[in-house]
């Protein structure tokens, strides 16, 4: 409690706390809800992360904020003796999830997908979950997406024994042929980088918010694909989307390729279980 008040008095809220408790859903961060008389916060908290970690999520906010509604950053914290950090956001009341809704989560990614750059990359490196996502500017897509996305979660594959000779085998086949599955000049949009359906919800109000975001600049074809990877999203969101940006049929073809990047991810962070959807998508490219 005391550390909480600590934190109000910095951010000018003297007010008393009404109510404070846990918010389920994050599998990384202690989440927390905490209400004044003035205002109501979402607390995200985590004891063992670098001190950049909740700014680069404030910045990937920042720089969605152009297209979509996201929490409103009010404060993000870093404890050096305990290694606590902290990040204060605007509380968001959920709505119910509709086709409405749906049709609004589509066409806002659309527009977020409008937003273009000249190279793919970022202006810092940043997360992807607890891993470290390299994001140093880059005029070659495949170059790109090769050594700082499926390089980095190899390296920490075979750090941690999950890639056995074979499955290491096919995924360094793979990365040694992009070229004949990935364009190698797609435009660059600005991604939110990772799209699945719990980073996003419709506000009790109707509008499409997003939240917990990995941005990036890069081929806006990886963030369909992980909206597709675990599901969560209705036609009528696909149909949104594609009224603003038409998807390619070649998509189908390179889409695993762009998910594999995902389960590489999910791999390190929650074991084996996702070694057999792995192999699925090495075999159908190798």
Same mark, same amino acid.
């Given at each position: 409690?005391?550390?909480?008040?600590?934190?109000?008095?910095?951010?000018?809220?003297?007010?008393?706390?009404?109510?404070?408790? &846990?918010? #389920?859903?994050?599998? !990384?961060?202690?989440?927390?809800?905490?209400?004044?008389? /003035?205002? $109501?916060? +979402?607390?995200?908290?985590?004891?063992?992360?670098?001190?950049?970690?909740?700014?680069?999520?404030?910045?990937?906010?920042?720089?969605?904020?152009?297209?979509?509604?996201?929490?409103?950053?009010?404060?993000?914290?870093?404890?050096?003796?305990?290694?606590?950090?902290?990040?204060?956001?605007?509380?968001?009341?959920?709505?119910?999830?509709?086709?409405?809704?749906?049709?609004?989560?589509?066409?806002?990614?659309?527009?977020?997908?409008?937003?273009?750059?000249?190279?793919?990359?970022?202006?810092?490196?940043?997360?992807?979950?607890?891993?470290?996502?390299?994001? &140093?500017? #880059?005029?070659?897509? !495949?170059?790109?997406?090769?050594?700082?996305?499926?390089? /980095?979660? $190899?390296? +920490?594959?075979?750090?941690?024994?999950?890639?056995?000779?074979?499955?290491?085998?096919?995924?360094?086949?793979?990365?040694?042929?992009?070229?004949?599955?990935?364009?190698?000049?797609?435009?660059?949009?600005?991604?939110?980088?990772?799209?699945?359906?719990?980073?996003?919800?419709?506000?009790?109000?109707?509008?499409?918010?997003?939240?917990?975001?990995?941005?990036?600049?890069?081929?806006?074809?990886?963030?369909?694909?992980?909206?597709?990877?675990?599901?969560?999203?209705?036609?009528?969101?696909?149909?949104?989307?594609?009224?603003?940006?038409?998807?390619?049929?070649?998509?189908?073809?390179?889409?695993?390729?762009?998910?594999?990047?995902?389960?590489?991810?999910?791999?390190?962070?929650?074991?084996?279980?996702?070694?057999?959807?792995?192999?699925?998508?090495?075999?159908?490219?190798?």
């Amino acid at each position: 409690m005391t550390h909480l008040l600590e934190a109000l008095r910095e951010l000018g809220d003297r007010t008393c706390i009404r109510e404070i408790k &846990a918010v #389920s859903g994050g599998s !990384i961060n202690q989440v927390t809800y905490v209400e004044t008389d /003035i205002n $109501k916060y +979402i607390v995200k908290a985590h004891t063992s992360m670098p001190e950049n970690f909740f700014i680069q999520e404030a910045m990937g906010l920042s720089a969605l904020s152009c297209c979509v509604r996201v929490p409103k950053v009010f404060s993000y914290q870093f404890d050096e003796a305990t290694g606590v950090g902290n990040l204060w956001l605007e509380w968001i009341p959920a709505g119910v999830r509709s086709e409405k809704g749906e049709e609004e989560l589509g066409r806002k990614l659309g527009l977020l997908h409008q937003t273009t750059h000249a190279a793919f990359g970022f202006v810092e490196d940043n997360y992807l979950g607890i891993y470290p996502q390299p994001n &140093a500017w #880059s005029d070659d897509w !495949i170059s790109f997406f090769r050594d700082k996305r499926l390089q /980095i979660q $190899k390296e +920490i594959a075979l750090e941690k024994g999950y890639l056995c000779a074979d499955r290491l085998h096919k995924l360094e086949k793979l990365m040694d042929r992009l070229e004949d599955f990935l364009p190698a000049k797609p435009i660059s949009s600005l991604l939110h980088g990772d799209m699945w359906s719990g980073n996003t919800f419709i506000s009790s109000t109707g509008e499409a918010v997003f939240i917990d975001p990995s941005v990036n600049y890069g081929d806006r074809e990886v963030d369909i694909a992980m909206t597709e990877l675990f599901g969560g999203f209705s036609p009528r969101f696909y149909q949104a989307y594609e009224e603003i940006n038409p998807i390619e049929i070649e998509y189908n073809d390179r889409k695993g390729i762009y998910q594999l990047y995902y389960l590489l991810v999910y791999l390190n962070y929650f074991g084996e279980s996702y070694g057999e959807e792995i192999d699925k998508v090495l075999g159908k490219y190798i």
